[in-house]
């Protein structure tokens, strides 16, 4: 029978010579990854690397390294990240920790799902202020075939903000001054009416979707990447949160709404909660 | 209200319908005491109250059971569980494995996402057929739309094995007759007539089922999660117990590289 393969444009390898199950030599994209990028590439270049499939220029080196350091922690308050403090917290696995900020942080209201909706925008509106005007008016479309819930505001824009904050401006700032790319500058100068027309201030997913943009990533990879890049927050924050234990971490009051009492109450058959 | 004054509103409280624990006392879920009121549900009557509010006749429940262990199989082949499989081998947890293995099931070619856009279609579709239209130009119109149906056709073979035993189950407790199912079996009588030639498959029978039971879509893909679950330790255990990494070694032969040529970063 016929040994069964795995096509891949991303990774060679040679066995040793006594034992098929061990590699000699790993290429990356071409690259010798212990050989030579281990020694002259960076992380960020590697990283690059390894979903274009090409070197970063010097100049979008920088920008995704600018744009890790921005998204790596977003702080516990963040949603991802408060999961990840869940686990920590009850001395979960380290894995389950991040399983749980990777699950949150996912979503399409602050997380991935939201920078890929944005990317998509980007690439289909480009640099038409008209049609983004247009179609930030319009409310999100709802698909009920979608396991996806629908955002309920326009992506990579605030929906409880008042203005666009610090960090985010400072982040825009930068990685707009960074010169590469077209999507970032053109946010940066067209911000104000952007966010007018949304009703809402922008926030770091839309920043972030620019940048991964300007980078040359699909909307795919570029989800991907943003889960990835906000792994380090949630790590330590987990982490963290294990050593002070739970009862420095908030539980919360619940008010039940239909509290049937201590006596409990019978069942019937349709309940209209 | 909006902006941070909602959010303000919402800081450090929990307002829910859907239940709470008191510690040491009892616990509230939906309404009712879970220990009292709800202590003779099974587990999967459970988890549909929990999704629905709603209860099942016990025929119902026998279909409802039969959807998941009809298609719990054990094979560490199959994506999932080799998710699954692989944290046995690679001497993870259990729950990583398995927690993985269920999150992996929500795919766009089976499972999850084939569920919900199959009880979507022909949910869809009967309130259509309902109002006037003809079913076979709503198919036709889906299949210019979406390039297929979900819950038709499948992948790896065209023939499925679930949809025998589930009808013999369905008809035994006299629930063949819903509205759902009939056109679930009639559009795929128009599927086999035209050049399409795609089979209903389990995805759509389920589907089916489950709407003429009352679940909506969105109930649907919420009770489907666990379907795949029954087959999953399984998978994990036997991997586990084996010696590690024994579980579908790969030789690095069998990766076929068709990428650039050998290059050198730059000095």
């Known amino acids: 029978m016929s040994e069964e393969i795995i096509h891949t444009r991303i990774w060679q390898e040679e066995p040793e010579p006594d034992n098929a199950f061990a590699a000699a030599s790993c290429h990356c994209h071409g690259y010798d990854v212990y050989g030579d990028l281990l020694v002259h590439a960076s992380w960020i270049e590697y990283l690059f690397l390894l979903f274009r499939g090409e070197s970063p220029s010097p100049a979008q080196a920088r920008l995704l390294e600018g744009l890790a350091l921005a998204l790596a922690n977003p702080g516990p308050r963040d949603a991802a990240v408060h999961a990840a403090m869940c686990g920590g917290v009850g001395g979960s696995t380290s894995a389950s920790c991040l399983m749980a900020a990777l699950a949150v942080g996912a979503g399409a209201s602050g997380g991935a799902r939201e920078v890929r909706l944005a990317m998509e925008n980007g690439l289909a509106r480009g640099t038409d202020m008209t049609l983004w005007q247009t179609s930030l008016a319009a409310k999100p479309v709802d698909d009920p075939a979608d396991v996806w819930p629908a955002p309920g505001h326009p992506p990579g824009f605030d929906p409880h903000g008042v203005h666009c904050t610090k960090p985010v401006l400072q982040t825009l700032a930068y990685l707009a001054g960074l010169d590469c790319g077209l999507s970032l ?27 991964l943009l300007d980078l040359g990533f699909t909307p795919a990879q570029g989800e991907m990447l943003h889960l990835l890049l906000r792994l380090p927050g949630a790590a330590v924050h987990a982490l963290e949160q294990k050593d002070y234990g739970h009862k420095n971490f908030p539980f919360f009051r619940a008010e039940l709404e239909n509290d049937p009492g201590p006596a409990g109450a019978g069942l019937k058959t349709e309940d209209k909660s | 209200m909006k902006g941070p004054q909602l959010l303000e509103e919402y800081v450090g409280r929990l307002a829910t319908r859907m239940g709470a624990f008191f510690p040491g006392e009892r616990a509230v879920f939906r309404g009712h005491d879970l220990h009292a009121s709800l202590k003779d549900l099974d587990w999967l009557e459970l988890y549909l109250f929990g999704i629905t509010g709603r209860r099942y006749t016990p025929q119902q429940m026998k279909v409802l059971h039969a959807i998941g262990n009809f298609t719990s199989y054990p094979d560490a082949r199959i994506w999932n569980n080799r998710v699954a499989a692989l944290a046995g081998t690679a001497r993870s947890t259990g729950s990583l494995g398995i927690a993985a293995a269920l999150a992996v099931s929500e795919a766009q070619i089976y499972g999850r996402g084939v569920d919900l856009r199959a009880s979507e279609f022909l949910t869809r579709a009967r309130n259509r ?5 003809d079913l076979a130009d709503l198919v036709r119109a889906e299949l210019k739309r979406q390039r297929g149906i979900a819950g038709y056709g499948r992948p790896i073979t065209s023939a499925d ?17 819903g509205p759902h199912l009939k056109l679930a079996f009639e559009v795929e009588r128009i599927l086999l007539a035209g050049r399409w030639r795609m089979r209903m498959n389990y995805g759509a029978l389920a589907a089916a ?7 909506s879509p969105r109930e649907f893909y919420l009770f489907s999660i666990p379907a ?21 070694p790969l030789p690095c032969r069998v990766m076929l590289y068709e990428g650039v040529s050998r290059r050198q970063w730059r000095r």
Do not use: N, T
Request: net charge negative; aromatic share 6%; proline share 10%.
């Open chain 2, 161 to 177: 094995e679930r949809i025998a035993p589930m009808m013999a189950l369905v008809r035994e407790h006299g629930l063949d007759g």
């Open chain 2, 129 to 133: 057929v309902d109002a006037g239209e």
């Open chain 1, 185 to 211: 500058p053109w946010l940066q100068a067209h911000r104000p009416l952007l966010e007018s027309a949304a009703g809402l201030p922008l926030a770091m997913p839309g920043v972030a979707a620019a940048a």
């Open chain 2, 228 to 248: 795949f679950l029954a087959g999953m330790p399984p998978c994990y255990l036997e991997a586990a117990e084996k010696p590690a990494g024994l579980l579908f």
């Open chain 2, 209 to 215: 089922l489950a709407a003429d039971f009352g679940l």
